[in-house]
């Protein structure tokens, strides 16, 4: 079922983080397992921002979390020296929870290579890596991510999130969406519906070196769309060859660090509600996300099917 939420102000920057925590807490009951941010904050540009994971959530309270974090700190250590070795500097480090992080750092090489390596580690996980990009998912509603990792004082341009019910996959963050879009900075993909031709693309494009973390089904979008732009493709172009490169029933958005676009499968069988204005366009798959954050008397309208649009901030 799944519910996606999105929203691009235009010109100016908002309490994204609250806003889109609203979005998302209306399409609670279309996903109550886990819930995902892509948050596109006002950060100075100058230096990545990498959230990564060194292991899962354990659930509060358990028994189990002393020994579990004695093992997650062991595997940051790792992180550390992998970053050292690779010329890495990180600026700031933040301990957002015993199995999450968040590096500001410099480094100018290549970020596929970077990636790959830090990911050589045991249960390592890039969520994303970004100059503006804030990736956070996690188990739980959008209020308990939300309250776990602050994010209610993230002011910003856009945003996208997700609120899942695990269907294909399992109740874990690595199945969580979004999904970075590796190995670009500031590329993130949410997902409704369901591919049908997932596991060809996918050894398709395993054997072209593309990575992939989960098997749910739509980080095949994310990679997809990674394997387009590696080749020279726009963001628009990669959209409009998934229309014909995905098989099944989609509807997804996705965001680059100045941008935000939406594409619907030509059957358009996964809902989408949409309003846009001169200064904001916000989306969601029930008209109920749109309302929470605008209240008021407005239009919406459904896209159509096949239909790809994107905005600029």
């Not at 995902?36 to 950060?43: C, E, I, S, T, V």
């Not at 600026?91 to 830090?118: A, H, N, V």
């Not at 997804?252 to 100045?258: E, G, S």
Request: aromatic share 8%; charged share 30%; proline share 2%.
């Amino acid at each position: 079922m799944c519910g996606i939420a999105g929203l691009i102000h235009r010109g100016k920057s908002s309490n994204v983080g609250n806003e889109l925590q609203a979005m998302l807490q209306a399409l609670k009951h279309r996903g109550p397992d886990s819930t995902g941010y892509a948050l596109y904050a006002d950060n100075d540009g100058q230096n990545f921002i990498m959230r990564f994971k060194v292991g899962e959530n354990v659930g509060e309270g358990s028994s189990s979390i002393n020994e579990d974090e004695s093992v997650y700190d062991k595997r940051k250590e790792l992180v550390d020296q992998m970053l050292k070795s690779l010329g890495a500097k990180v600026l700031k480090e933040e301990k957002l929870t015993p199995y999450s992080y968040r590096y500001e750092m410099q480094y100018d090489e290549d970020l596929m290579d970077f990636s790959k390596k830090i990911e050589s580690i045991e249960s390592v996980e890039i969520l994303s890596i970004g100059k503006s990009l804030e990736l956070i998912k996690d188990l739980g509603d959008a209020q308990e991510v939300l309250d776990r990792y602050d994010l209610g004082k993230v002011r910003g341009t856009h945003a996208i999130g997700h609120a899942r019910m695990a269907t294909e996959s399992g109740v874990d963050i690595k199945s969580a969406h979004p999904f970075w879009g590796y190995p670009f900075s500031d590329v993130s993909v949410v997902h409704n519906g369901q591919l049908t031709n997932y596991w060809n693309n996918r050894r398709m494009l395993e054997n072209k070196g593309m990575r992939f973390m989960s098997e749910c089904d739509s980080e095949l979008i994310a990679v997809y769309l990674a394997e387009k732009m590696r080749n020279g493709a726009t963001l628009e172009e990669g959209m409009k060859d998934s229309l014909s490169g995905l098989d099944g029933v989609f509807t997804y958005f996705v965001a680059t660090k100045d941008s935000l676009g939406m594409a619907k499968d030509t059957m358009a069988a996964k809902p989408l509600v949409l309003y846009e204005s001169d200064d904001l366009v916000a989306m969601g798959s029930e008209e109920i996300a749109i309302r929470s954050i605008l209240p008021q008397e407005i239009d919406t309208y459904d896209p159509f099917d096949g239909e790809v649009k994107v905005w600029q901030i």
